[in-house]
């Protein structure tokens, strides 16, 4: 297949706290250098664009050095944390702003969807805005009536197409966008993560018709979320974002994983310094949290292991009553189990259960049978949780493990297992006679 997007070498700088490039004086010292055929001086100063950090240069790069190619028919997933670069990537890639060094190329026209009231006039009319779009990509009066009943069935507001789309609501109005983005035949549809406005039935939709016009109509689509379900099951190549530059670009399942992890990095076991919480108790904190399989503290399991979770943890004062509990999670950010030390028969108790705890350390252990987890990644987050529920510890994603097939396992099928877990389980097939 053609390739259809083309970036290379793209860098963006920005001047903090200033609307424009920079005052009078850099924009005269910019053209001298230029005029000489040297290089930009304050592409020199510009630091990386990590927020979390205070840095000494008033530039900064939102994007760097990035570089990729996008074949038509593929559906891309760009991902990343906030401020990564991604909405800025495609605001660049939509032309509604211009890199500070590299280029891109794009072959084809493109329909762009980036944050609500992106190319809706408010005064006019979601009629009239409809036409209005067809115009600016192109294409002729006949062939927006062509598309227009189906544009609007699909986004569900027959009734309020001759109303002004400022008394849209935000749902409103981006499921009337995205339909005039989706149906109006751009080469290249680049979507934002703006569609988390919309509803879920809504959600849903907006992907079907987004895997369609790239399977059936071979038609490119860039698409940003953070919703790791939707980019795993749309995208077949993923882009990797981290302060502006690229981390990696591939296989999305690869790419998926390597950012729920990436910085996060678990050797099995964290101690109270390591340990980040997002919310702190008065009375309990954690001491050590550990995942352990044959015998030792580890990250990585196989399937027919028998896994082990231990709380170490202390208490601050006499008579508290404290109830450990942990959430397993699947590479999606999606809790697929919570077991506590709790009061239901599903649960099997300690001695401990239920009794008030005296000032001092105490360690808890779950274990997890064999042959449970799929071939995937998990993260484990940590509760301690007292009579005051408001008063908890908690402790999101603090380790992550992934779990290996064995050799033996892999004989017994042929293809990869889907699902989130694999227990064991009983069969039975008797024979019902002709």
Avoid at 94 to 105: D, L, M, Q, W, Y
Avoid at 163 to 175: E, L, N
Avoid at 223 to 236: G, I
Avoid at 401 to 423: A, C, D, H, N, Q
């Amino acid at each position: 297949m053609r390739t259809v997007i083309k970036v290379e070498n793209l860098s963006k700088q920005y001047r903090l706290g200033q609307v424009s490039t920079g005052a009078l004086a850099h924009d005269v010292n910019r053209w001298w250098y230029k005029f000489r055929g040297k290089e930009d001086p304050y592409l020199k100063i510009s630091e990386v664009n990590d927020r979390t950090q205070k840095g000494n240069s008033e530039y900064v790069w939102a994007l760097q050095d990035i570089n990729f190619d996008v074949k038509q028919g593929e559906v891309l997933g760009i991902i990343g944390r906030n401020g990564a670069g991604k909405s800025t990537l495609l605001k660049i890639l939509s032309r509604t702003t211009a890199p500070t060094t590299g280029s891109i190329k794009i072959k084809g026209r493109v329909a762009s969807l980036l944050e609500v009231g992106t190319g809706f006039h408010p005064e006019l009319s979601g009629r009239e805005n409809v036409f209005l779009n067809g115009a600016i990509m192109g294409m002729t009066k006949k062939e927006i009536k062509r598309k227009f009943d189906e544009i609007v069935a699909f986004a569900g507001v027959e009734r309020y197409i001759d109303t002004p789309v400022k008394r849209y609501s935000s749902g409103m109005y981006v499921r009337l966008a995205f339909a005039v983005a989706a149906h109006l035949e751009p080469e290249i549809l680049i979507i934002d993560e703006v569609l988390a406005v919309g509803d879920a039935e809504f959600q849903k939709k907006c992907l079907g018709k987004m895997k369609d016009v790239s399977v059936n109509e071979g038609r490119t689509v860039l698409f940003v979320s953070h919703n790791m379900a939707a980019v795993s099951s749309l995208c077949t190549q993923s882009l990797f974002m981290s302060n502006g530059q690229v981390q990696d670009f591939g296989d999305t399942k690869k790419i998926i994983d390597k950012y729920i992890t990436f910085g996060r990095e678990s050797t099995g076991e964290i101690t109270t310094e390591q340990i980040t919480y997002t919310r702190e108790s008065s009375v309990a904190f954690f001491n050590t949290i550990r995942l352990v399989s044959n015998n030792i503290a580890t990250n990585v399991i196989r399937i027919n292991d028998e896994v082990l979770i231990e709380l170490e943890y202390s208490i601050a004062e006499d008579d508290v009553l404290v109830y450990p509990s942990i959430h397993i999670l699947d590479n999606m950010g999606t809790v697929i189990l919570a077991t506590f030390n709790g009061n239901s028969a599903t649960f099997m108790r300690d001695d401990f259960f239920g009794k008030k705890l005296k000032r001092g350390k105490y360690k808890s252990t779950c274990k997890i049978p064999s042959n449970f987890f799929n071939t995937t990644i998990y993260s484990v987050s940590a509760f301690l949780v007292p009579e005051a529920s408001n008063d908890s510890a908690i402790a999101e994603n603090v380790l992550r493990f992934s779990v290996e097939e064995t050799g033996e396992m892999r004989k017994e099928y042929v293809g990869e297992w889907i699902g989130l877990i694999r227990p064991k389980l009983a069969w039975n097939t008797s024979y019902l006679n002709t």
